[in-house]
């Protein structure tokens, strides 16, 4: 059973900063993708950013040049820097890997308010 696991909930104000951490079981290489989803309240998951194996990386619209995914060396943790924060950035945010299989965090919430 691989397993992820989110970290970097919090309350932020706008134009604020806060960096999402995901943490695997093992290596990410295991997967083909990693991604950044997130749900706000009475609207569908969106995929936010994604990483492929190969580094290879790409953006929703909505946060293209806020956001950045990236991966440690090792890579067994995920993060999504988020700059520039948006009272429409509040979500939960959960961290995804794809093989065979689609694996789900347990998600972790971010809230944009003043």
């Known amino acids: 059973q691989v397993q992820l696991v989110e970290s970097g909930e919090g309350l932020v104000q706008p134009g604020g900063s806060l960096r999402l951490s995901c943490t695997a079981s093992?290596?990410?290489?295991?997967?083909?993708?990693m991604a950044w989803y997130r749900q706000a309240p009475e609207k569908k998951r969106e995929l936010v950013a994604a990483i492929t194996t190969a580094g290879s990386t790409s953006y929703a619209d909505s946060v293209k040049g806020r956001f950045t995914i990236s991966r440690s060396t090792a890579q067994k943790t995920m993060y999504l820097q988020m700059n520039s924060l948006k009272p429409e950035d509040t979500a939960v945010y959960y961290c995804?890997?794809?093989?065979?299989?689609?694996?789900w965090g347990q998600g972790t919430q971010v809230t944009v308010s003043s």
């Open positions: 995804n890997g794809q093989n065979n299989y689609d694996y």
């Open positions: 093992l290596s990410f290489r295991s997967f083909y993708q």
